[in-house]
């Protein structure tokens, strides 16, 4: 019991302390957890042989994981998908594979090994990658959806990928075995000792096997669809928020089990459920549920990694090793930058599905594992091989690094396409045609004058003509596109772009340009307000503000005022807001924090005290008046 509070104490500590100081660097929370991990492994010696097998406990994050992401999916959506997952994810794994088994047979091993190791190193990292995609909202972008597709193209290869290895052990040709399966006799031991756990389909003929793995398969998905409502109800009926948790822990888990009795892989299986599940009315009560434990596992998994390093290896043959990671990396990266390419991916999209997926990955482990216990990959080669694989690892959260300054120098440089010259001029211009330009636009639009819209987002462009409305495609902050759609003539600019440092900049040119324009300008928050009023902007309209304010109207209603005292307080504060706003505009100094700003704090206290004043008359004379 000593030792194992030790070994918490320890791992938890490490990443309490490397995590948060690898975030606030930019580096990402995965260099965080393995630099953790090499801490506390190969440089301070603090965790030792129980690393491996943490290791095994902590790949059930990966699990979760998928469990999670298939939740995301839609069957429908996952079926239109179905192009990218053949197309896209199959040629990567495929051309991937074959270089680097090319690469392997120069260097003198022989095909079965140089498959195997291209096989291995061909699967990217789905932990790293779909972590630091969600941390970095990349998730959504044409980058990110491709990399997700080729990531869960991977997975379900593993599949095929744990069922060839076995062949490629075979030397002196295969043979039959009495069931009808192919077997070889150098790796019977093996195959037996695999068998000796608990398992449906060892000793089974081929045909059987398969027949027992669909209809493992089928049980999950027939429970998934029928079983898991009522339990959901029988749990709610007990009023216990635990057993929320301990059911979706008990889904995960089970179905992870039942995966490994036919010999597939736990993650797929979760991914599967995950699936069958993302109609649930329950869906988010899981994923709310399994979140915080995917987190803490995952982040075992990857200081395990670090752990785990053979230094006296590493350090005897550095730099051998670091060139066969970047070698992987390379070859990978030009493979998916020519994929990409074919698929349709441009600019910062393709830059981020050529290097988000160039590292090995997680699965390189389990897959070096299993060869090694068939006998294909020689113990030696094997070794480096985990090396190459967590160096690569290691490299990846700096390739995304790299993208962020590529993203940065192709957002700069110029738009992606060019832009629509503009044949039109109204009183009214709107830069910016997101959520809230599109309303504003309807409104302007609908009592009966005409606008010009202005966005350089193409999407949004294309959205808007689909709906009639005739919009154009540019940077509205360049003053040639200005003129073109008649600033010089019109009454109203209103500035909604989501940038709020293109806001304030382009408020500014305007105001300094045409002195006479009226400007309407969104803003961010409070201190985009500041900025903004200094910049010369007329109006300002937080863009939380107003549907803020409504929703306090209504928890005033909800809780005994009425509908017309309610509205009352609302204007009240709104009122006072726009006082309070005006007031510590002239106390507000850019680039200080209003937190370190003495004289902006004590004006705020007092005028938040004004407020409470105010409200608590309108009460008083609620009060005398039903009196």
Known sequence: MDAFLYQATIYLAAAVIAVPLAARLGLGSVLGYLAAGIIIGPVLGLVGAETQNLQHVAEFGVVMMLFLIGLELDPRALWAMRHKLIGLGGLQVLLSTLALMVA?????????????????????????????LSEKGLMQTGGGRSSFSVLL?????????????????IKNGPQLGSDGSIERAEVAGHMAAAHDGLSLVAGLPGWAVTLTTLGMIGVIVLAGIYLTQPLFRFIHATNLREMYTALALLIVVGISFLMTLVGLSPALGAFLAGVVLANSEFRHELESDLTPFKGLFLGLFFITVGAGINYRLLLANFGDLLGLALLVILAKGTILFFVGRAFGLRRRNHWLFTLSLAQAGEFGFVLLAFSRQQGVIPE?????????????????????????MLSHFMGEQGVEQEPDEIDEQGPVIIAGIGRFGQIVNRLVRASGFKTVLLDNDIRAVQLMRRFGVKSFLGDPTRPELLKAAGIAKAHVLVVALDDPEKTVTMVAYVRRTYPDLHIIARAYDRNHVFELYKAGADDIVREMFDSSLRAGRYVLEKIGLSEY???????????????????????????????????????????????????????????????
């Open 104 to 132: 392997a047979l120069i260097a003198g091993e022989t095909w079965q090994v140089s498959l195997a190791v291209g096989l291995t190193l061909s699967l990217s990292s789905t932990a790293i990658v779909l972590q630091t």
């Open 153 to 169: 193209t991977q997975d379900i290869a593993v599949i095929p990928i744990l069922a060839l290895l076995p062949l490629l052990a």
């Open 380 to 404: 030696p080669l094997a070794e480096k091989l985990l090396l190459v694989i967590a160096l690569s690892m290691l490299i990846t959260p700096l390739l995304f690094i790299l993208y962020d």
């Open 565 to 627: 005292e309610a509205a009352q307080a609302e204007q009240t504060f709104y009122a006072h807001d726009r006082l309070t706003v005006r007031e510590l505009a002239s106390l507000w100094k850019p680039g200080t924090p209003a937190s370190e700003n003495q004289a902006y704090i004590a004006r705020a206290r007092e005028l938040e005290k004004d407020l409470e004043t105010a409200l608590l008359e309108l009460a008083e004379k609620k009060d005398q008046s039903k009196s």
